[in-house]
């Protein structure tokens, strides 16, 4: 069983930077793939980034490549989003996801355990 709690959202002007962040409970932390997603209003739970359980692995929605950077410290059984030049069209519910397999995925339905969200907001 694994607990996530997000935190470092906020509102943030176009361009600006923010890093979230997800704290993990579970001795098994360093066991799971991490998955960042986010869900804008009225649209569907969309993929962000994601990484191994050893983080030799990432992979990133196109949307946010080269902006987005996800991390990991297994020691502290945290993984943080890095967000850069952030758009408006970022603006959504951030939401922090454990799959408690190693490798990554983009989908969902395909992680085990979710956090509560915390919010994102860029204004124009």
């Known amino acids: 069983q694994v607990q996530l709690v997000e935190s470092g959202g906020g509102l943030v002007q176009a361009g600006g930077s923010l890093t979230l962040s997800c704290a993990a409970s579970g001795r098994t932390f360093s066991s799971y793939a991490m998955g960042w997603f986010r869900q804008a209003p009225g649209k569907e739970r969309e993929f962000v980034a994601a990484?191994?359980?050893?983080?030799?692995?990432?992979y990133y929605a196109d949307s946010v490549k080269g902006r987005f950077t996800i991390s990991r410290d297994n020691a502290k059984i945290t993984v943080y989003l890095q967000m850069n030049s952030l758009k408006p069209e970022d603006t959504a519910v951030y939401y922090c996801?454990?799959?408690?397999?190693?490798?990554?995925?983009?989908?969902?339905?395909?992680?085990?355990?979710w956090g509560q969200g915390t919010q994102v907001t860029v204004s124009s």
């Open positions: 990484m191994s359980r050893r983080g030799g692995t990432t």
């Open positions: 996801a454990a799959r408690s397999v190693s490798t990554v995925h983009t989908l969902a339905n395909e992680y085990d355990y």
